[in-house]
C-alpha cells in the first residue's frame, strides 16, 4: 500500500514533532491471506501509522438493548471497555459518530444529532444504501448459520424491536456526532476523513451491512479496521458449524479478515490485556484474539 491509502501524515512524519506525534495512531493491522490455488490462510501483521484527524471511529448499534438477552448482557459487558476506547480515540482527535440505528428520535434537537444533519450531502462513489447483503463477487457464505436470528439462548428469546437508543454507558461528548444513515458519509467527506475504526454489534449483521459500517465504507474507498475484541455476533451454539459462541464470533471475525477489511485491537491504544468477555473460558491459544 502507498502512503495515501494508509491515511498517514506525511507532514507529521517528516517533522517529528511532540505535536504531531500526540495526533497520530500507531496501529497493527491483521488480514489473513492465503497462498495462490489454496485454501490455506494464514495471518499478516502490518504496522501503520494513521492522522487521528483523518479518522473517525464508528459505534455501530449499541443499543440500551436488544430482543436477545445474551446479547444485551454481551454489549453491556463491553460498554466500559469500548468507552475507554472512545474516550482517547477523543482525546487524539478523532471523529466519535455513535450509530444506534433506529434511535434517532431518542436525540432530536441534540448537538450531536445536529452536527449529523448538518453535513452537507457528498456524492458517494457507489451509491449507499440502508442495508447492504453478502457480497457474492467478493465474498462466500458467512462460517456461521445465523438463519435463526442467532439468539443463543436457551429458550431462545422472542424477537422485536426494544431499543430506545444507544447503551448510557458510552458517552456522547461535545463534537461528537449521533446518525443512522449516509450522514456518517457525509461528515467524514466534509471533514476530510479517509479511515474508519469500526466496533460495535453485530459483526456478522449490521457491522457488516448498515450505511455506515464496513461493507460500504470499503465501496467507498475508505481504509476500515474493525475492532476484533469490541465486537460480538448474533449466532445460536445449536447451529452449524456447531461451535461455542465465542468461537463462532471468532470464525466471522476471520471471514472479515479474509474478504472485507483488516482488525486491531483496543489495547493498542488502550495499553494492557484486549477485552475477554467473562462467559469465554477458552484458553487464550485456542483464540484468535
Do not use: F
Given at each position: 500500500m502507498n502512503s495515501k491509502r494508509l491515511g498517514i501524515s506525511i507532514t507529521c512524519l517528516a517533522l517529528g514533532s511532540l505535536a504531531c506525534s500526540a495526533q497520530v495512531l500507531e496501529l497493527n493491522l491483521r488480514t489473513l491471506t492465503n497462498s495462490s490455488g489454496t485454501d490455506t490462510w494464514a495471518a499478516m501483521e502490518q504496522k501503520v501509522r494513521w492522522d487521528a484527524r483523518a479518522t473517525a471511529a464508528v459505534v455501530c448499534d449499541m443499543w440500551d438493548a436488544h430482543w436477545c438477552q445474551g446479547a444485551t448482557a454481551r454489549v453491556a459487558e463491553m460498554a466500559p471497555r469500548m468507552n475507554m476506547l472512545l474516550t482517547e480515540l477523543r482525546q487524539r482527535g478523532v471523529l466519535i459518530i455513535h450509530c444506534p440505528s433506529g434511535t434517532?428520535?431518542?436525540?432530536?434537537?441534540?448537538?450531536?444529532?445536529?452536527?449529523?444533519?448538518?453535513?452537507?450531502?457528498?456524492?458517494?462513489?457507489?451509491?449507499?444504501?440502508?442495508?447492504?447483503?453478502?457480497?457474492?463477487?467478493?465474498?462466500?457464505?458467512?462460517?456461521?448459520?445465523?438463519?435463526?436470528?442467532?439468539?443463543?439462548?436457551?429458550?431462545?428469546?422472542?424477537?422485536?424491536?426494544?431499543?430506545?437508543?444507544?447503551?448510557?454507558?458510552?458517552?456522547?461528548r461535545e463534537g461528537d456526532a449521533v446518525t443512522d444513515s449516509a450522514e456518517a458519509y457525509y461528515l467524514m467527506r466534509q471533514r476530510g476523513i479517509t479511515n474508519v475504526i469500526v466496533m460495535g454489534v453485530h459483526q456478522n449483521m449490521c457491522v457488516l451491512g448498515r450505511p455506515f459500517s464496513i461493507r460500504q465504507m470499503v465501496y467507498q474507498g475508505q481504509n476500515v479496521v474493525l475492532v476484533r475484541d469490541l465486537t460480538d455476533s448474533m449466532y445460536n451454539s445449536r447451529k452449524s458449524p456447531f461451535v461455542d459462541h465465542f468461537t463462532g464470533n471468532d470464525l466471522v471475525t476471520g471471514h472479515i479478515e479474509k474478504y472485507w477489511c483488516p482488525t486491531i485491537t483496543s489495547d493498542q491504544l488502550l495499553g494492557g490485556q484486549p477485552f475477554r468477555f467473562k462467559g469465554d473460558t477458552r484458553r487464550a491459544a485456542q483464540t484468535s484474539r
Open positions: 434517532m428520535d431518542h436525540y432530536a434537537g441534540t448537538p450531536a444529532r445536529k452536527l449529523a444533519m448538518a453535513a452537507p450531502r457528498a456524492e458517494p462513489k457507489v451509491p449507499l444504501r440502508n442495508w447492504c447483503g453478502l457480497d457474492s463477487r467478493r465474498e462466500p457464505k458467512l462460517p456461521i448459520d445465523d438463519s435463526d436470528g442467532g439468539c443463543d439462548d436457551e429458550p431462545r428469546c422472542k424477537e422485536g424491536q426494544p431499543w430506545r437508543s444507544q447503551i448510557a454507558t458510552l458517552e456522547i
